[in-house]
């Protein structure tokens, strides 16, 4: 799961890169370059099909193919899926990654994942704050 979710990291990241970070970046302008790139598919069964500001997130929403992957899960799973994001986020330093980290904590954003079922709709939000990564 974690090269999926650097990937879609990565495409938030060139996002930044079009718009150019500054340090008051608009995270709607972010939003909306991300989106033009959508949908990305980030692994077998794992499609994200838009980003959106959610209350105080930058969320990726993933849909997720049930074949493949039980939502449910993820949810009783919560803290060790939110490891694994986090391990994920704080191992790749590249300069791009590195601005859309700084442009969310700046903006007052933390990241969220929303993975939902393809089939039932069931959804399960994993939610980082800022000062985590």
Do not use: W
């Not at 039980?70 to 704080?90: C, F, G, P, Q």
């Amino acid at each position: 799961m974690k090269k999926k979710l650097f990937l879609a990291i990565a495409l938030v990241s060139a996002s930044l890169a079009f718009i150019g970070c500054t340090p008051k970046v608009n995270m709607d302008d972010v939003v909306k370059e991300t989106n033009k790139q959508m949908p990305n598919v980030i692994a077998e069964g794992m499609v994200v099909d838009r980003v959106e500001l959610d209350g105080n997130y930058f969320t990726y929403n993933v849909i997720t193919n049930e074949l493949y992957y039980d939502v449910s899960l993820i949810e009783e799973n919560y803290d060790e899926v939110k490891a694994n994001i986090l391990a994920d986020i704080r191992s790749h330093n590249t300069e791009d990654i590195n601005s859309f980290k700084k442009a969310c904590k700046s903006a007052g954003y933390g990241i969220a994942y929303r993975y939902v079922g393809s089939e039932t709709g069931i959804t399960a939000t994993i939610r980082i704050e800022p000062e985590e990564f």
